[in-house]
C-alpha cells in the first residue's frame, strides 16, 4: 500500500503545462509543519516535499491559492525511474479549516 496524506501550504507552484500525449500537468512544492508524538513525546514535524498532479486534479491545484492550506491525499514515487528523489502524487485534495495555521505550528494531520 502505498498512500500519503497530510496537511500542507502550497509554497510554490509552477504553471500549468501539457504532456506530449496532452494530459496536463501541474508541479509544486509543499510545506508542512505539525506537531506530532513519537515515543510519547512530542515532536516538531516540518518538511517540504516535491509535488505533481496530472489530469483533472491539475486544473484544480492550479487554481488553488498560493499559501493556503489544504488536506492533500496521494502517492509517493521516485522522481523518474533511476532517481533516488521522491515525488508526492496529488490525487486529491480539499480545503482544511480544522488546521489553518501551518506557519505556527499547529497540529496538522499525518497519516
Known sequence: MNQFQFVATIAEREVLRYTPAGIPIVS???LHVSQQT???L???VEFEIAAIAAGEISGRLHDADLGGTYRFSGFLSRKSRNSK?????V????????HSDTAT????GIR
Not at 505550528?105 to 496538522?108: H, P
Open 85 to 89: 528523489s521522491l515525488v508526492f502524487h
Open 28 to 30: 509544486a512544492r509543499l
Open 91 to 98: 490525487t486529491d485534495f480539499e480545503t482544511d479549516t480544522q
Open 42 to 44: 512530542d515532536r516538531r
Open 38 to 40: 513519537e515515543a510519547k
Open 105 to 108: 505550528g499547529a497540529t496538522n
